[in-house]
């Protein structure tokens, strides 16, 4: 039972990735999903979640208005959309279980992660 975040990469500052967060062992369809990241010598940062139904979504200020989150339950699937990426995004970014509302919860069911790297 795990979540596989896959995606990640190098990229120009200003450039855009899509991650995506697969289930296994598991039907995403009743849990709400969320994107964590923690860059070297940082504290872990929640920066989007969206509810079971995908009609809640939170982001972290850092990050609004420049990513995006999805998810597609039929495919077992959620998605990071990462526009207009800057330095300050680089990190590894993991998805997990979580609970979504005005704020996004502490990471449940997570998994390996996917590294981000903004740099020219």
């Known amino acids: 039972v795990q979540l596989q975040a896959s995606g990640g990469g190098l990229v120009q500052p200003g450039g855009s990735l899509r991650l995506s967060c697969a289930a296994s062992?598991?039907?995403?369809?009743?849990?709400?999903i969320g994107w964590f990241r923690q860059a070297p010598g940082k504290e872990r940062e929640g920066v989007s979640c969206?509810?079971?139904?995908?009609?809640?979504?939170y982001y972290a200020d850092s990050v609004k208005g420049r990513f995006t989150i999805s998810r597609d339950n039929a495919k077992n699937t959620a998605y990071l959309q990462m526009n207009s990426l800057k330095p300050g995004d680089t990190a590894v970014y993991y998805c997990?279980?979580?609970?979504?509302?005005?704020?996004?919860?502490?990471?449940?069911?997570g998994g390996q992660g996917t590294q981000v790297t903004v740099s020219s």
């Open positions: 062992g598991f039907t995403l369809d009743y849990y709400a």
């Open positions: 969206i509810s079971s139904s995908g009609g809640s979504t």
């Open positions: 997990a279980t979580t609970e979504c509302g005005l704020r996004i919860g502490p990471p449940w069911v």
